[in-house]
Every structure is written in structure tokens, then in C-alpha cells.
């Protein structure tokens, strides 16, 4: 009887002990489950996220092809925290021809402030263009090392992102990040 006793508590210290470390180590967050708002933009208006306002202006011959014609753009997108003016940004063009611009809003670098991406290329994959706020500057810019990564994981907790692998079915390709405050850096 006593031998089944401690054999019953080493199970369950065991278990507890086993289930406690599996969960510390699994910290990666599927991006795709993350809470991201999207906002379609193909006209002239204003919409809120959080304490953010965001004026736009639509243009509707920023854009063109010869083989589609006008397709349209962000010609102002002025941005105000907090109803206090942060920024204008010009010329946001469709590059992707829909006649609508999808502004993706998130915490990409995990500093606490809202960033967004806009579409800037896409064929099998679609591609965006980051938009990070900097803290110094109290504005959005667009860091060329965040363009074109597409996030499949995500661990807040190390500030790690893991991207998703390319088009290629039988490799694969991902790369692991590191955010450093406006930062991303390849780890492998």
C-alpha cells in the first residue's frame, strides 16, 4: 500500500513537473490567431483604431496600367494620436490593382504601440510593406528590413518571429527574427 502511494506521488510530481516545462517552452503564438485589424480603404473618409484617427484621402488615378487603367491610391493618409496631428504619409499606391488598399493594424515589433502594413506586391504570396512606429520620432516609418516578411509564429515573450516559408512545397525556407526595439534582426 505504501509503495503504491509513492509510486501515485512521484506520478503526479512527474506529470506536473513535465506539463509545467512544456508549457514554458511552447511560447510561439500562430500569427494567424493573433487579434490583426484590417481595414479596407477604397474611398475618401476617416476611421478610428484604438486611440489612433486616420484621415484619408483617396485618389482614384494614382495608380495605372495600360492593360487596366486607373485603379487608385492613398494620395494622404494623416495620421493623429489622440486627436493631436503625428504625420501625413503621401502616395500610398495599389500595387496589387484592386481599387482597395487593406491596412493591417498590429503590434509588430512589440513595443506597445499600434503599427500597420499596407499590400505592396502579390501573386501567389502577397507581400506588405511595414509601417513601425518609432518612439523618438513620435512617427510611422517604413523599415525596409521588415518589408515583404510574412509572420507564422510569433513568441512575444523572447520577441521572436518566425517567418512562413515560401511557396517552395518541399522546403522549408523559414527564417527566425529577433526584434530590437525598430530592429529586425536574422537569427538563421
Not at 5 to 27: D, P, R
Amino acid at each position: 500500500m505504501k509503495m503504491n502511494k509513492v509510486f501515485l506521488i512521484f506520478c503526479f510530481f512527474t506529470a506536473t513537473a513535465f506539463y509545467s516545462q512544456s508549457n514554458k517552452k511552447n511560447t510561439w503564438l500562430l500569427f494567424s490567431q493573433e487579434n490583426v485589424v484590417t481595414i479596407d480603404i477604397n474611398k475618401t473618409g476617416s476611421f478610428k483604431v484604438k486611440n489612433l484617427r486616420f484621415d484619408i484621402v483617396w485618389d482614384k488615378q494614382l495608380s495605372h496600367s495600360e492593360n487596366i487603367g486607373y485603379f487608385g491610391g492613398i494620395k494622404y493618409l494623416t495620421i493623429y494620436e489622440n486627436n493631436k496631428l503625428l504625420q501625413t504619409i503621401n502616395n500610398i499606391e495599389d500595387n496589387i490593382a484592386l481599387g482597395t488598399i487593406s491596412i493591417k493594424f498590429y503590434d509588430y515589433n512589440l513595443d506597445g504601440h499600434l503599427d500597420f502594413t499596407v499590400p505592396i506586391d502579390c501573386g501567389k504570396i502577397c507581400w506588405d510593406k511595414y509601417y513601425i512606429f518609432n518612439h523618438q520620432t513620435n512617427k510611422y516609418e517604413n523599415l525596409k528590413d521588415w518589408d515583404y516578411l510574412r509572420i507564422q509564429k510569433i513568441n512575444k515573450i523572447k520577441k521572436q518571429i518566425l517567418s512562413e516559408p515560401d511557396a517552395a512545397a518541399f522546403e522549408d525556407n523559414s527564417k527566425l527574427y529577433q526584434i530590437r526595439g525598430l530592429e529586425l534582426v536574422k537569427l538563421r
